[in-house]
Nanobody
Framework: QLQVKESGGGLVQPGGSLRLSCSTS????????IGWFRQAPGKEREAVSR????????DYTDSVKGRFTISRDNATNTVYLQMNNLKPEDTATYYC????????????????????WGQGTRVTVSS
């Protein structure tokens, strides 16, 4: 059974940093994508970033470019989201998702194309 599980959320002051982790299990596909999404209260879920294996290509939504970095550790089947210079508007529940047949770049941010989701981890940016 394929599973993805997030960890690493918490409370951080504006300008601070957090690193989220997404551990994956239950599949050994060479070609797949892992993505990060977020959902603030009262708002729709939105794409943050994805990384496509095996090439390691990455995509980011405009609001996080230059501040967030997605990476992977193949040895531990873990994908990370390093978040720097956090802003109050980054406050949300962050979700990890897996896409077993990665979509073209123009479609990657569509919530409906992702196959498996984690339960989420809460990130609060506040002074």
């Amino acid at each position: 059974q394929l599973q993805v599980k997030e960890s690493g959320g918490g409370l951080v002051q504006p300008g601070g940093s957090l690193r989220l982790s997404c551990s994956t299990s239950g599949f050994a596909l060479d070609y797949h994508a892992i993505g990060w999404f977020r959902q603030a209260p009262g708002k729709e879920r939105e794409a943050v970033s994805r990384i496509v294996s095996p090439a390691g290509t990455t995509d980011y939504t405009d609001s996080v470019k230059g501040r967030f970095t997605i990476s992977r550790d193949n040895a531990t089947n873990t994908v990370y989201l390093q978040m720097n210079n956090l802003k109050p508007e980054d406050t949300a529940t962050y979700y990890c998702a897996a896409d077993l047949n990665p979509a073209p770049e123009v479609y990657w941010s569509r919530v409906g194309i992702w196959d498996f989701w984690g339960q989420g981890t809460r990130v609060t940016v506040s002074s």
